[in-house]
């Protein structure tokens, strides 16, 4: 069987299965990718970078045409580059291409790629987290298109760029992940939009005194530079459910944040606990605080 579409290809999904690890050998026999692959059962990273682009093909074209297809070698596909020893995808170049779609998920499957260019087309709504899973970039081009809402903190994982061009064309919202920022040749100046901060506890280390046969422990307070809602975790040192997070508003209404027992203190029982507990803003920045509670 030949799959010629995304539709096709999640049904062989379901009939068949998929790869148990990117570099090894496959639980199933491939995904048929007919002549765009050679040597499929031996070649697993491109057959990888094959289904990606397939399932990615009619999202991201839209009305326009590729000519991504199983019957021809991904070496001929439009605006496809392959390494040198054509085992994965290195590059897609698909600039002023009439593009008009969205961009996948799946094109964060490309593990390899070091140069994407989707600039100068018509591709709307946001940039995935997914493209954050892509370290290896270099290049990274997807302006003059209309292109908008946050960008994905996950995107700070893309250290090793060397060129950006994100900003003209498209209209972002909330603030750039800090390593977008360190791009040299990048345009992110020209965004106005302030570098993702994650958020601050006011200290990095609290101490509370609790009394025998009460639940209280005490407030425990932090600032998020960017103005994002906050969520606490507890991390460690509660592997007994001891302790909780209750949020409650104070008399103007701002969020007061305690940590408190599920059941009243008893010395004979522990007359110390250390937890670390997490505070985490809407874009996925973080910081962790240590609290020691001590009788």
């Not at 995935?128 to 302006?143: A, C, S």
């Not at 046969?213 to 592997?239: A, F, R």
């Not at 459910?241 to 599920?262: E, H, R």
């Not at 522990?270 to 962790?288: I, P």
Request: with cysteine; proline share 7%.
């Amino acid at each position: 069987m030949l799959v010629s579409s995304a539709n096709q290809l999640r049904q062989y999904y379901t009939n068949v299965g998929v790869y148990e690890h990117a570099d090894g050998p496959p639980a199933q026999p491939p995904p048929p990718c007919g002549l765009a692959v050679p040597d499929q059962a031996n070649n697993p990273g491109l057959m990888r970078d094959c289904i990606a682009l397939l399932l990615a093909k009619d999202t991201l074209s839209g009305s326009a045409t590729l000519n991504w297809d199983v019957s021809r070698a991904m070496s001929t596909w439009d605006g496809v580059t392959l390494n040198a020893d054509s085992t994965r995808v290195a590059k897609v170049e698909l600039d002023d291409e009439d593009l008009d779609g969205t961009l996948p998920p799946e094109i964060g499957d490309l593990s390899a790629l070091t140069e994407l260019d989707l600039s100068d087309n018509d591709l709307s709504g946001q940039l995935p987290k997914e493209l954050g899973k892509m370290w290896k970039l270099t290049h990274l081009e997807l302006d003059r298109n209309g292109l908008s809402g946050e960008i994905p903190l996950a995107l700070d994982a893309l250290t090793g760029l060397r060129k950006l061009r994100l900003f003209a064309g498209n209209t972002f919202t909330g603030c750039v992940p800090p390593a977008l920022y360190g791009v040299q040749d990048s345009d992110t100046a020209s965004s106005g939009l302030p570098v993702c901060a994650p958020p601050v506890f006011d200290k990095s280390h609290y101490d509370f005194i609790a009394l025998e046969k009460t639940t209280g422990v005490g407030i425990v307070s932090s600032t998020d530079p960017n103005g994002d809602p906050l969520t606490y975790s507890i991390l460690s040192g509660n592997e007994k459910g001891k302790f909780s997070i209750v949020t409650y508003p104070d008399a103007n209404g701002a969020p007061v944040v305690q940590l408190k027992a599920v059941s009243e203190f008893d010395y004979d029982e522990a007359s110390e606990y250390s937890l670390t507990l997490e505070v985490q803003d809407g874009n996925g920045g973080s910081r962790r605080s240590r609290r020691q509670r001590r009788s």
